[in-house]
């Protein structure tokens, strides 16, 4: 689980640097002024995309948490002292990354 989670977290870092980054080349191209102004549309379109699909493999990561562990015989699953934590955890993580590339992609 929390190698899929740190995995997600990258995913999301590295759409949110893709999708600045085609900020930073429109200021670049503002900056000089011999040339037009282009959007870089293409950039903002992959970094939300990768941020969302950070979301999706940090569901993923929960649902295949949840169905291990339910496969395990009740012995054999650590006595945790709050159980739902980890469930929390994962949504929030999920949904700030959907909140992300929501604001992504009016900005």
Do not use: C, Q
């Amino acid at each position: 689980m929390l190698g899929w989670v740190r995995t997600g977290l990258t995913v999301m870092a590295f759409g949110f640097v893709v999708a600045r980054f085609g900020l930073f080349l429109t200021l670049l191209t503002a900056a000089d002024r011999t040339r037009d102004i282009h959007s870089h549309w293409l950039s903002e379109a992959l970094g939300v995309m990768l941020v969302l699909t950070g979301s999706v493999i940090i569901m993923g990561a929960l649902h295949n948490h949840r169905h291990f562990t339910s496969t395990l015989p009740p012995e054999a699953v650590a006595k945790m002292d709050i159980p739902w934590l980890v469930s929390f955890l994962a949504i929030s993580i999920a949904l700030v990354g959907i909140l992300l590339s929501v604001y992504l992609m009016f900005t």
